[in-house]
């Protein structure tokens, strides 16, 4: 391979890793948000992404600015506030061989947004999904957002006094496919989770806890660096092993679950300090449900179908893009025209 | 009362019934028969938000003059629900006559000496002939059309004809019905004398070679053969049957069998916000996508609808107009959404809007849409109403497209080689629309980002005073672009003063009204517009004027209002404007009657 030129590193795709990066970003130093692109440009030029397959969506808020800020070359669509979704979703049955990437925030998907991201969840729409979660509105200087946790407390003092929407227990319930949580301080979790969401085929959700160091990283916050560390209950170690080749890492038998995902990858998850099974739905619930009780964040691939339906092999949408058809493909033939018009008479 | 002259195929019938009882098909029946023997029909369903239990009326008109809109007047009635016997009673016109269910009591307000009365035992009747008890409350309604068939004397081989297409895919039920239609012939040969003045007799001249269809169909088909490929619905009456249609067509012409596979996306959406959120989104991504809806579920898409036109995405959204304000009457007509679908959203916001008449309208213009979304990048919408988009109407077979589809200006991996670069928001032939290109083209100059926020000809973020009014301008030139390029107005002119303005199905109400105006010495021009932006054609056409009525179903002139922002200050004081707002299908009277009286007013005033 060598020949003397200076090495410069390609991935699958023969691309360089600058190809995935994007316009600076314009949001606050130290964002939780900030590390989060950097881990999906990691993932995403470690998977070998094509970036004109590449379709960025967004809602509104300062996670839905940060698709400008990954693979410039990629179409991006900042949308409308909480409606990231339906876009996503016109978009894919238009052009089933896009890779679709959605951004969203807590207020974006759990407030304003908390219709559209149920029925995608419901009709598994084949996307990435991230929330990136800091438990208030930045943007707006920062009010509570409905994923703050009960009891946290605010800069100025207030405190929460709703229950939590726990967006990674509601997808579960919901049906989703591919439900995993992590924080923006964690690469290692984090870039190998983003991808076997990529590799999975159906809606993935990620729900990446991300603190806002202007408005949540105080004391009493529960969504600071400070407390995430504290309180950060990993499930297991993540490995991601791309395409059909063959698994070189040894593990010790019985405490790795390998699970094949859609695309041909396997997500290897290593048992930390007990054994959690990730295709045990209920068990998933408990686990989440449980932690909450006890003020932690579980983290990890909570739960995981990888032989699930996406909607367009349920719609039947045809492989060749819809986009793609032409007026042959789409046009009542004249003969059978004919006909139609003669049965109205 | 039948000494005065026959009154032949000039008549309206009204069915009263009870909804879900099953009249739908005896009602059509009996128009298919009409149809059939040569005379032009326009049926009117008047039906409640209901599914079973409120009362329903059906009107078909038979004019032969081959008038579309309602007649204004009911001259038969035939009346099957007792909840609103009082009301039917006093619904038909003098001279008229009523078929009734025997038992219902002629007397006090019920009894009026200027209409005849037929009266039916039609509960003892299905009785004594339907053996199966479930089917009698249905085949009462086949027996009405009996009874019709003997008074007004309509060849009995055309109802047979029509009852046979009517259930050609329930074979079983042809011969029950057409009992149930003998069992009324017979029992009114031997009990009813003829007392009315109605006949019904062929006629040649009007319905040959025509159709009967529904507008929502119609518009199906005009979305099929425009290639749409993705729906996103939310149901709403009147705009269901669309979605459904376009489905049907695509499970029936689109489907492969071998693969199971459909060359079409639908979805039914959680919401009118997804639903359009859906179809930017495909259009965005190159596929030709459309929703329908009517106004309530056009309130919930105001907000996509401006992201739609400021970051300039094809879709094309039918707004199948009911009577609101709110939910309103969601069974009712009107033109009430004209204004709010124009500027649709916040901020400075203006949209193309096509404005159907007809069935063939709403077939065309419903294909065109899709042409005129992805030339000019925007959301284009149709605005029907119900009384187009689901009453039958008599109609020309509707045309074979003869052009290909026009995708606009989207550059291919080939063409962006050609190019050093490219704005997505540029304006390069001066026509306000820009080019654009589609995820997946694999270019690395392809991408550029889509968004709601100001951006600059390079669909960069920009906060910038001088490009954000640049960019609003470059929007108001593909407006006014647009202007030519939209269906043009249809116009009747013969030199006259005084013209008429109006579009959509009040076209059907001004064709009667021209002829009535004529009859009392008055002609009047007539403009019916298309779409909107207005083409210049339309203000050249009232600076021509004297004086335009425009005349439109909905309370406050909204058409009207468009045209006082849109024409020169000097003429707009030529508009007068005539409205029509009770949810109820406008009838010739309403635009004659006025019309006629202010025109006479300004001739005794000028004396």
Redesign the interface.
Known sequence: MSTGVSKINLNVTGLTREVYKGSATTLCAGCGHNSITNHLIKALYEYGVEPHRLAKMSGIGCSSKTPAYFVDQAHGFNGVHGRMPSAATGAKLANRDLLVLGISGDGDTASIGLGQYCHLIRRNLDMTYIVEDNGCYGLTKGQFSATADLGSVLKNGKVNEFETIDVCGLAIELGATFVARSFSGDGKQLVPLLQAAFAHRGTAVLDVISPCVTFNDHEGSTKSYAYIKEHDYVLHSADFILGRGEIEVEYEPGNVQDIELADGSHVMLRKLDRAYDATDRIGALRVVHEARGRGELVTGLLYVNPASEDLCERERVPRQPLKDLGEADLRIGRAEWAKLMESFA | MATGEKIVNDLTIRAATVNGSGSQSSNLVLTHALFRLGIPVAPKNVFPSNIEGLPTWYDVRLSPQGYKCRSGAIDIVVALNAATWHDDVASVRPGGAIVHEAVYPVSGATLRTDITYYAVPFGELAKKHVAQGSLRKYLVNMIYVGVLVELLGIPSEAVEAAVREQFRRKPSAVETNLAAVRVGVEYAQTHLEKRDPYYVEPMTGHTE?????DGNRAAA?GC??A????L?WYPITPSTSLCESFIS?CDR??A?PA?????????Q???E???????????????R?MTATSGPGLSLMA??AG?GYYAELPGVIFDVQRAGPSTGLPTRTLQGDVAFAYTLSHGDTKHIVLLPATVEEAYELGMDAFDLAERFQTPVFVLSDLDLGMNVWMAQ??A??DR??DRGKVLTAADLERVESWGRYADPDGDGIPYR????????K????????GHDEFAR?SESAEVFARNLDRLARKHETARLAVPQPSIEESGHATAILAYGTTHHAVVEARDRMRAAGLEVDYLRVRALPFSPEVAAFVARHERVYVVEQNRDGQLYGLLRTDLPAADVARLQSIRHYNGVPIDAAVIAEPLLEAERSLATSLA
């Not at chain 2, 070679?209 to 269809?213: A, F, R």
């Open positions: 070679g025509s159709i009967l269809l088909l099929v053969m290639g749409c490929t993705v996103a067509y012409f689109r492969d693969t199971g596979e459909r060359k079409a996306a639908i979805v959406a959680e919401d916000l997804a639903a359009i959120g859906m179809v930017l989104g495909a259009g965005w991504a190159g596929a996508a907000e996509y992201f077979p509707l074979y497209p290909p589809f290109t589609l995820p997946g083209t694999p270019s690395a392809a991408g550029y980002f889509t968004r709601g926020s973020y």
